[in-house]
Nanobody
Framework: QVQVVESGGGLVQAGGSLRLSCAVT????????MDWYRQAPGERREFVAGVSSAGVELYADSVLGRFTISRDNARNTVYLQMNSLKPEDTGVYFC?????????WGRGTQVTVSS
């Protein structure tokens, strides 16, 4: 069973930075797309950034220019570098990976940005 584990969340002041990591384990299948989503309290889960197996990156407009997604295929890990954080970036950040046309989600990591 594929396992997805996020880490790197925390409390940071506005303008600060955080780097999230997402490690995929117990997968004998090739990992295709690797994405980050977030969910603020009382809001729907929303797409933040994604990277394909070919390295094509996609970002939500709200984070474009501030966040950078990258992946290490040898380690089955995806990262999200978040700079110039704003209070509205607060939420639980989830990692989603696709393998064999199946989506696997992690449990999330909390990011809190204070003003």
């Amino acid at each position: 069973q594929v396992q997805v584990v996020e880490s790197g969340g925390g409390l940071v002041q506005a303008g600060g930075s955080l780097r999230l990591s997402c490690a995929v384990t117990r997968s004998d299948a090739r990992i295709d797309a690797m994405d980050w989503y977030r969910q603020a309290p009382g809001e729907r889960r929303e797409f933040v950034a994604g990277v394909s197996s070919a390295g094509v990156e996609l970002y939500a407009d709200s984070v474009l220019g501030r966040f950078t997604i990258s992946r290490d295929n040898a380690r089955n890990t995806v990262y999200l570098q978040m700079n110039s954080l704003k209070p509205e970036d607060t939420g639980v950040y989830f990692c989603k990976v696709q393998a064999r046309r199946t989506d696997y989600w992690g449990r999330g990591t909390q990011v809190t940005v204070s003003s």
